[in-house]
């Protein structure tokens, strides 16, 4: 006897139901915070059909662990000592960092910062055609326009001419790459993995809240690139299109082989290769002392980017200037930037004007009033969509990189950052935030409390959602 369509509907909300006593379970197991675990739990027990999908993709840590052996300290700091990239002194903050990631100050480098996409892509895309041996290259996003086929016919003549090259891109941030683009490479000999490598797609789909957001090129073991740029084109400058503000650096020196290990170890967890590439003695071309920060959700017990905001925001004695396109940080990091300009540190945030993601824009907006009650300073850019992620602390230290200011890049996102702990490296840094906020706007409390009233519950409302953002 075949059930009726009742019974069908009675068997599967009662099969939704204990799926959801069993994952508020897995909930109240899991490290959220207690609002989040709260959360979870009724939305599973209360409606279930709805929020048990949305717990699978979003709220189980499915982050592929591997258990290489250079993941382990001890094999991080042999191999930087072996490559001469753990070789300066280590201040506090170095220190608390070396603890947490494993990497490293080093000491001779020379860095250069490359301003928007046009010199970005110019500067890189010569380093590529000019490589030897092997290049390595991650980004969050590769589109299909004219800028990604430059790059993809760059890396196919480089693979024909025998150059070793190994591709990561995100499946999240990729998701418009064609399987064309990918062909195309693949047959000229570039080794290409998505990020989370292949798999069942139920699994990858499972995983789709944990993205590698990091951009790194590393070119024969001699030269690296690394900041805030993907490939394409709304990432160039010309007449035509909004301008769109972005920092990247180019790095020479031992602070190469940190940023080597970084894609070796991203390479391992995408693919289970163990990748062996001989690296040339690194010499010393600079005085810039340098270290890695890599952060993701399973590489450290407290992420090293909330980290190094925390300690930066608590050491700070003048000045503590950051810039993001996002600002919709962790109740910690929020209170650490508040604390700090209450002791009377200038502490500024700049943040672009007009955002390319509305429900961001608007959980940003949220902040505005406790943030400059609290003396800190909200910068609006005004020529264009600001995406750099800068940092500047007093005149010692500062930071360029991937990471946001927001819940997504302290949690969930696989980020890089690079730390710079030298005064002439921190006053350029800082000269060029100077120029970036001679074009901003200071934003006033009536921006919130003169908005309207569902402007201001909608902002309320994305702000709830800002761990997913």
């Known amino acids: 006897m075949q059930p009726g369509s009742s019974e069908v509907l009675a068997i599967l909300a009662t099969a939704l139901h204990l799926a959801g006593i069993a994952l508020g379970i897995h909930a109240l197991s899991r490290r959220h915070s207690p609002q989040g675990t709260i959360a979870w739990m009724l939305g599973l027990f209360l409606l279930p059909a709805v929020v048990v999908p949305l717990y699978l993709l979003l709220g189980v840590a499915r982050i592929r662990r591997h258990t290489s052996a250079r993941k382990t300290r001890r094999n991080i700091e042999q191999y930087l ?27 001779g480098n020379a860095v250069r910062i ?132 972005d920092t990247f650096v180019s ?9 080597m290990l970084s894609f070796l170890d991203d390479w391992q967890r995408a693919t289970g290769e163990a990748l062996s590439l001989k690296q040339p003695q690194s010499s010393s071309p600079g005085t810039t002392h340098c270290q890695l920060i890599p952060s993701g959700p399973d590489d450290a017990p407290v992420n090293p980017w909330q980290l190094f905001l925390l300690e930066s925001a608590a050491q700070a004695q003048e000045r503590i200037w950051l810039a993001s396109p996002y600002f919709v940080p962790s109740e910690a990091v929020k209170e650490a930037l508040c604390a700090a300009a209450m002791r009377g540190i200038d502490v500024r945030i700049l943040i672009p004007r007009r955002g390319d993601n509305k429900a961001a824009q608007l959980a940003l907006f949220t902040y505005v009033p406790d943030m400059l009650a609290c003396g800190v300073r909200l910068l609006a850019y005004e020529p264009g969509f600001l995406h750099e992620k800068v940092c500047v602390v007093d005149s010692s230290h500062c930071s360029i990189g991937t990471a946001n200011l927001d819940e997504r890049s302290l949690r969930l996102n696989f980020e890089l950052t690079l730390l710079m702990e030298d005064p002439a490296a921190t006053a350029r840094v800082a000269t060029m935030l100077e120029e970036d906020m001679a074009q901003a706007g200071s934003i006033t409390p009536a921006a919130w409390y003169k908005a309207p009233i569902p402007l201001r519950l909608l902002a309320n409302c994305c702000r709830l959602l800002s761990p997913a953002l």
């Not at 000592?81 to 000491?107: D, E, I, V």
């Open 81 to 107: 000592k072996q490559h001469n990239a753990w070789n300066a002194p280590a201040s506090k903050l170095s220190r608390t960092l070396t603890r947490s990631t494993g990497y490293a100050p080093c000491s």
């Open 114 to 245: 490359l301003r928007d996409g046009n010199d970005t892509y110019r500067d890189m895309l010569q380093a590529i055609q000019q490589a030897k041996d092997f290049i390595l290259l991650e980004f969050f996003i590769i589109r299909n326009d004219r800028v990604g086929t430059i790059l993809r016919q760059s890396l196919e003549e480089r693979a024909k001419a025998g150059v070793r090259v190994y591709v990561i891109y995100d499946e999240v941030g990729s998701h418009k790459l064609p399987a064309g683009y990918l062909r195309s490479l693949k047959r000229a000999g570039v080794r290409i993995s998505s990020f989370n490598g292949r798999r069942f797609w139920l699994s990858s789909m499972l995983r789709i809240n944990y993205r590698n957001h990091r951009k790194l090129v590393v070119i024969d073991g001699e030269y690296a690139y690394l900041g805030s740029l993907n490939i394409g084109l709304e990432y160039t400058q010309t007449a035509q299109r909004p301008y769109w503000r």
């Open 251 to 259: 790095l020479q020196g031992s602070i190469v082989a940190q940023c």
